[in-house]
């Protein structure tokens, strides 16, 4: 069974930086695409960013790009986010998810199949 479980969020100041991870478990993730998304109270879930199986390839959400990085770790099977420079506008549930199709958009969370249970990152202005 396939389980990703994030950590690394908290509370931090406008400015600050955190660092999100996520482990996977259950299977081999070396051939997936993995990718970041985030989903604030009364809001959809949106896409942050998303990184390509060998980790070569990145694509970041316009609000974040420059400030976040997306990186992975192919032999713990992990994906982390580096978040600098937040901003409270980035307050909200952070999930990572698993692509298992190489079809559609990468930043429609649609194509994604499985998903951990999120860490929340709250920013204070």
């Known amino acids: 069974q396939v389980q990703l479980v994030e950590s690394g969020g908290g509370l931090v100041q406008a400015g600050g930086s955190l660092r999100l991870s996520c482990a996977a478990s259950g299977g081999t993730f070396g051939s997936n695409p993995m990718g970041w998304f985030r989903q604030a109270p009364g809001k959809e879930r949106e896409f942050v960013a998303t990184?390509?199986?060998?980790?070569?390839?990145?694509v970041y959400a316009d609000s974040v790009k420059g400030r976040f990085i997306i990186s992975r770790d192919n032999t713990k099977n992990t994906v982390s986010l580096q978040m600098n420079s937040l901003k409270s506008e980035d307050t909200a549930l952070y999930y990572c998810?698993?692509?298992?199709?190489?079809?559609?958009?990468?930043?429609?969370?649609?194509?994604?199949?499985?998903w951990g249970q999120g860490t929340q990152v709250t920013v204070s202005s």
């Open positions: 998810a698993v692509r298992t199709t190489w079809t559609g958009s990468p930043s429609n969370p649609g194509n994604y199949d499985y």
């Open positions: 990184i390509s199986q060998s980790g070569g390839r990145s």
